[in-house]
């Protein structure tokens, strides 16, 4: 991928941690950023950077991303860069003990919120033609169990992380999707005092605008998440090289393939 100059941006969750990071950083570099956020003295602080504005949002509500569209491109004319960044920790506990309206209110937030940005500001970007980047916040946790006890948080994130696949193959070549896959940092999403272990943001903003900027599929920090990854992946492939049909055998099965075939004439 090439590198872009994004001249503006808007960023959800944009009042604190990764989010703010990234504004205050782009803000710096002469892009005009439009912060969304709950209505909070934190984002009343964000409004005070200069280069910032900001939107009060609730990304679980739809019309409220939408307005929240509508006002970036009455501000801005054109949008280059969307990071669907707002996401909050969910219910801690054994999956059994989860209250079901709290896992399900998590979702409302961490999983439709990214869906609420994806689908109030891609048609957007589509029609202005210019090349832009649609970034969603996953976590380490959409690709392996890094917190115990958080069954709701980590579906929720997997599931971003499938969403936001799916979505860069609806997408024309101008506008480019891509997942944020953030480590631990030291952010407001948990406890101070466990959470200041984490990556310092400013070092973690270093790390990550330049792949941003870049248009990467993922956008990586935290380099041990290889390790833990891999040990999913060895045991996944240890399954397929014992119960599995060879992949020359099994072809005919591969729903891409397929597809393919009947669409040729």
């Given at each position: 991928m090439t590198e872009f100059a994004p001249r503006t941006a808007v960023i959800t969750g944009g009042a604190s941690g990764i989010g703010l990071g990234?504004?205050?950083?782009?803000?710096?570099?002469?892009?005009?950023?439009?912060?969304?956020?709950?209505?909070?003295?934190?984002?009343?602080?964000?409004?005070?950077?200069?280069?910032?504005?900001?939107?009060?949002?609730?990304?679980?509500?739809?019309?409220?991303?939408?307005?929240?569209?509508?006002?970036a491109f009455a501000t801005f004319e054109t949008v280059d860069l969307v990071l669907n960044n707002a996401g909050e920790s969910g219910p801690?506990?054994?999956?059994?003990?989860?209250?079901?309206?709290?896992?399900?209110?998590?979702?409302?937030?961490?999983?439709?919120?990214?869906?609420?940005?994806?689908?109030?500001?891609?048609?957007?970007?589509?029609?202005?033609?210019?090349?832009?980047?649609?970034?969603?916040?996953g976590s380490e946790n959409s690709?392996?169990?890094?917190?115990?006890?958080?069954?709701?948080?980590?579906?929720?994130?997997?599931?971003?992380?499938?969403?936001?696949e799916s979505f860069r193959e609806d997408l024309p070549a101008h506008v480019h999707a891509g997942l944020i896959v953030p480590?631990?940092?030291?952010?407001?999403?948990?406890?101070?005092?466990?959470?200041?272990?984490?990556?310092?943001?400013?070092?973690?903003v270093d790390i990550v605008l330049p792949q941003i900027l870049a248009r990467r599929r993922f956008v990586v920090s935290h380099g041990y998440n290889r390790v833990r990854i891999a040990e999913r992946m060895d045991e996944l492939a240890s399954s397929f090289a014992e119960y599995a049909l060879p992949s020359e055998e099994d072809a005919q099965h591969d729903v891409r393939l397929v597809m393919k075939q009947l669409r040729q004439p």
């Open positions: 990234i504004a205050r950083r782009l803000a710096g570099q002469g892009v005009q950023v439009m912060v969304a956020d709950l209505p909070t003295p934190a984002i009343e602080r964000a409004e005070a950077i200069d280069g910032i504005t900001t939107f009060p949002c609730d990304v679980s509500e739809l019309e409220q991303v939408e307005s929240l569209a509508d006002a801690n506990g054994k999956l059994w003990e989860v209250d079901p309206e709290l896992a399900r209110a998590h979702f409302d937030v961490n999983y439709w919120g990214v869906w609420n940005g994806c689908r109030a500001f891609a048609p957007r970007l589509i029609a202005q033609e210019s090349a832009s980047a649609i970034y969603n916040t690709f392996f169990c890094a917190v115990p006890h958080s069954a709701a948080y980590i579906a929720a994130k997997h599931a971003v992380l499938g969403l936001t480590g631990w940092v030291f952010t407001p999403l948990g406890p101070e005092r466990f959470m200041k272990f984490g990556m310092d943001v400013d070092h973690y």
